[in-house]
């Protein structure tokens, strides 16, 4: 999916929430089995709740691979349940040298037929080239984390912040058409700088919900004239509830964020 | 495998090959099926004829991945192929938030059984953490990695160059005991200042052979006390010949670098 008809789609449905597919078998509800066929069973009563209210699914690759090649079958079929109106991402944080990033590449756009994939910056140019040599396909490179690690090295300074040398760098090897970035919503405070450096590209947004990010503060700061996010929930719709109403909780649970994302994007005179 | 058990099968086996499971379908010999089936029988036959002369295997997930679930499988049936005796490297380098992350390391170490996994280090102590939480098992975190985009981001200087402080900050979340760095050959010159930061800890070095990197120099500057290194040949074994001679070349090309390491273990008196 390109750019122009991912900024469509959020216009039409009148949201810019990604549910993240982080389905941990320990977590679902009771009536479903604790393996594979319960995973894809509950992915697809989650999608099925949700997909009215939301532009972009994001499956993590971990809750699939700790089921062996099992697990990687519910992914394939995960995604093959998703609506074609949807943007999918894998949530893989890969980043290799460059043949072997070719590598994944084709398995996440070619083999699992993904729009982008999570990209780790640490290894360079030739890691993250790959994942940007594909039409309507995304790279999705880390920027500034929502997790309490990205202050060991993210913040470190070299005249500025290895995460803005990140952005600056890394801007370079694609364009708002092939690349975004993952900032964490629990670092809203740095939005506002980030935007000075890639004031165009999309940024996807985690850590709201479950990890403590404001969503008002994320838009504040985030939005730009294309809207310019993909802002994801994951545990606070997946596991709304635990018991029978999960999929009326899901549904429910990403709603309401619609619901705030429809009256930010008016207040932002964006619709 | 733990470090004890890990330095007297070096001594041993007069070896501290890693063999790089590189298994690109489009490279394999002619008389192999270019899918599932052809790679897990290459693999095969590629541990048969380089098992006397390394210590341990070290299978790109990439190579798999874009096989999709067979892949999975035949990533599953490589690893059940190589004998006990060897160590065995998942080389995924992943790296996500804790409880992502711990799902990481249950795929690599409780479902595919490895010794170890590649961790990127962007996300912080706590993207690596889980890792470290399994008896006998081993993290083996990115440092300085072998190919051109590692001057991107590893040499930015905040007092000292970046990956300096990825060895400095993250020795501390482990020990020698499950801890490993990825140094690539190509930066054998900056394996005099690695070894004052990490003495003790074991190197996996990549980028000899098709890389370039030289094994003399790795050993001048890598060699410890306890050996301390594990050096990766991957391209240069596995595709020695692609013709119907590829296993006697591979095995070749192992028992050549072997005989290498015997006689640099012997001139620095570790064997």
């Not at 009148?14 to 319960?38: H, R, T, W």
């Not at 099992?70 to 890969?94: C, M, N, Q, S, Y």
């Not at 740095?190 to 709201?208: K, M, N, Q």
Request: glycine share 6%.
């Amino acid at each position: 999916m390109d750019r122009e008809a991912l900024i469509a789609a959020i216009r039409t449905r009148q949201s810019f929430l990604c549910v993240g597919l982080d389905s941990d078998l320990e977590k679902l509800p009771s009536s479903f089995s604790k393996d594979a066929a319960g995973m894809l069973a509950f992915n697809k009563a989650i999608i099925a709740a949700t997909k009215a209210y939301c532009v972009a699914y994001k499956p993590n690759t971990a809750f699939y691979e700790v089921l062996g090649k099992e697990g990687w079958a519910v992914l394939e079929e995960t995604i093959a349940a998703i609506p074609d109106t949807h943007f999918i991402i894998a949530d893989a944080k890969r980043g290799d040298i460059g043949n072997t990033s070719r590598q994944y590449a084709k398995a996440f756009f070619e083999g699992l037929q993904c729009d982008a994939v999570t990209v780790a910056p640490y290894m360079g140019e030739d890691s993250v080239a790959p994942f940007l040599q594909f039409p309507g396909k995304w790279a999705i490179v880390l920027a500034l984390t929502s997790n309490a690690g990205s202050r060991d090295f993210q913040h470190l300074t070299d005249q500025k912040p290895f995460y803005q040398h990140v952005l600056a760098q890394s801007q370079q090897w694609g364009t708002p058409e092939n690349l975004m970035y993952v900032v964490g919503a629990t670092q809203a405070e740095a939005l506002s700088t980030i935007r000075d450096i890639v004031p165009d590209h999309f940024l996807l947004v985690p850590g709201i919900g479950a990890q403590g990010g404001r969503l008002e503060d994320v838009a504040r700061y985030g939005l730009n004239k294309d809207i310019g996010l993909l802002v994801n929930a994951s545990r606070s719709i997946l596991f709304a509830s635990q018991d029978d109403d999960f999929q009326e909780a899901a549904s429910h649970a990403a709603q309401e964020i619609q619901i705030k994302m429809r009256n930010l994007l008016e207040h932002h005179k964006l619709l």
